[in-house]
């Protein structure tokens, strides 16, 4: 799981914004906002250095 989401609206970013600077489509980092699909490390480090935050700042624990 990831917080995509959440880290977008804590810096008021859109998901079309992040989606133009990745060169990948809404759709695409829209399911990654939505859990329905994860990026994989190589793009979760690249949305971490677009937003400024640390690669696992990004990631949820997993509950246990």
Partial sequence: MNRTKEVLEE???K????ADKL????N???A???N???PSLEVL???AEILKVEARELLQPNKI
């Fill in 11 to 13: 810096k008021g970013i």
């Fill in 15 to 18: 998901q079309v914004w992040l």
């Fill in 23 to 26: 060169g990948k489509s809404f």
């Fill in 28 to 30: 695409t980092v829209n």
């Fill in 32 to 34: 990654y906002a939505q």
């Fill in 36 to 38: 329905r699909t994860q």
């Fill in 45 to 47: 480090y690249e949305i």
